[in-house]
């Protein structure tokens, strides 16, 4: 690696040298020796800086890794597709110390969905991102799904950015515990710029935070068959306009730690600008309720909150850390200290708008991602 490193210096230097200060000299892109197939889209980036044509359809046909050191750059207007014949091995992983830039454009997305005729969620597994930042499980966790180290201390690291992606089909059953997400945060800094995301039809979460301090605007999740908006294990950042349509179980699952309800860093989000609108489909059965406080709930806080459809306001976690921050008041939600006597959508959400206004229909924001 050091002789290729000191070759490729040496050609750098040898191109400077030989211009001119007047010559147009193009910067110079990292190469990679990763190997860019378009119908075979699939394997490990390892070293470098690799770059899709945004002109090309691109076939997901296995697992594509980003290693630690290298970037993946995905021009506005990339399509990729998942074609391969096994859900769980059709995947996007970022490790920790690589990079991502899906660099999306208004109404010029980045699109990454299913190959099939007739696609359905779970037809592939999603995008999954890992960085250093902290988490109350450990410095160094595993991912639940493909096994990939996350978490560190270092809160500002970067990822990369992610700006006008539509995902959708995502959400594979892994096994009976374990499903893809759309877009999955393990440990993600706050140097990390998420924005301007649609999430259609995932079989499990849409987007979820597992600790981490990065920060996001702009998701639209539409039918997600488990819970829509999930962050747990000690996430600490701000989530702004989120549209939510189409309920499943939680629109929002917000949780400080599965094993430990006291585990620190604890579990602080502050959302603002929020709808759930539970979905005119019988599936989406709201079952429980606009948000689940759950697993010690840690400290959250809602502003602008709009929900529509869902009678009762939270599903409570019976332990006693969920209690404890319930008595704390640091469960908030449009100005009020929420109170378990009073746990109905009418008792919190009244002239508030969301994402949008209250005709409950895609913001306009939103759609300038589909």
């Known amino acids: 690696m050091k002789k290729s490193i000191l070759a ?12 001119t200060k007047d010559d147009n000299v ?6 990679s020796t990763f190997v860019l197939k378009v119908d075979d889209l699939k394997g490990s980036i390892s070293d470098g800086t690799v770059t899709l044509d945004a002109s090309k359809v691109y076939k997901l046909t296995g697992g594509l890794y980003v290693k630690k050191g290298a970037t993946l750059t995905i021009p506005a207007g990339t399509r990729i597709e998942a074609t391969g014949i096994d859900p769980n091995a059709l995947f996007i992983a970022v490790e920790r110390g690589a990079k991502i830039n899906i660099l999306g454009q208004a109404n010029k997305a980045v699109v990454m969905t299913s190959g099939k005729t007739s696609p359905s ?6 995008l999954i991102i890992c960085g250093d930042a902290k988490v109350n499980t450990g410095d160094n966790g595993t991912s639940e799904v493909g096994g990939l180290s996350y978490g560190g ?6 990822s990369g950015k992610i700006n006008f992606l539509r995902i959708e089909y995502t959400g594979s059953k892994y096994t009976d515990k374990k499903e893809y997400n759309g877009v999955s945060f393990f440990g993600v800094g706050s140097g990390t710029e998420v924005s301007n995301i649609f999430c259609y039809e995932s079989g499990d979460d ?10 996001a605007t702009n998701l639209a999740l539409v039918n997600s068959y488990d819970d829509s908006l999930d962050y747990a294990d000690g996430y600490i950042g701000t989530i702004k306009n989120v549209y939510i349509s189409g309920v ?20 602080n989000a502050k959302l603002s600008d929020i709808t759930i609108v539970k979905g005119a489909d019988a599936k ?23 929900v529509s459809g869902i009678d009762t306001f939270a599903k409570l976690d ?15 939600v449009n100005g009020k200290t929420f109170a378990t006597a009073n746990n109905k959508t009418s008792d919190y959400v009244t002239t508030e708008t969301g994402a949008g206004s209250k005709d409950e229909t895609l913001p306009e924001w939103a759609k300038l991602i589909k």
Request: glycine residues 14%.
């Open 284 to 306: 989406f059965t709201a079952k429980e309720f606009a948000i689940n406080f759950k697993e010690g709930g840690g400290i959250q806080t809602y502003t602008n909150v709009y």
């Open 318 to 332: 019976a332990g006693t850390g969920a209690t404890a921050r319930i008595a704390a008041g640091d469960f908030k």
């Open 153 to 158: 201390n270092n809160n500002a690291d970067s």
């Open 206 to 215: 849409a987007v979820e935070f597992f600790g981490g301090a990065v920060n």
């Open 248 to 267: 499943s179980n939680a629109g929002i699952e917000g949780s400080n730690n599965g094993s430990n309800d006291v585990a620190t860093p604890m579990t």
């Open 8 to 19: 490729m210096l040496t050609v750098v230097t040898i191109a400077f040298t030989s211009c």
């Open 26 to 31: 193009d910067p110079i892109v990292p190469s």
């Open 121 to 126: 969620e779970g037809n592939w597994g999603g």
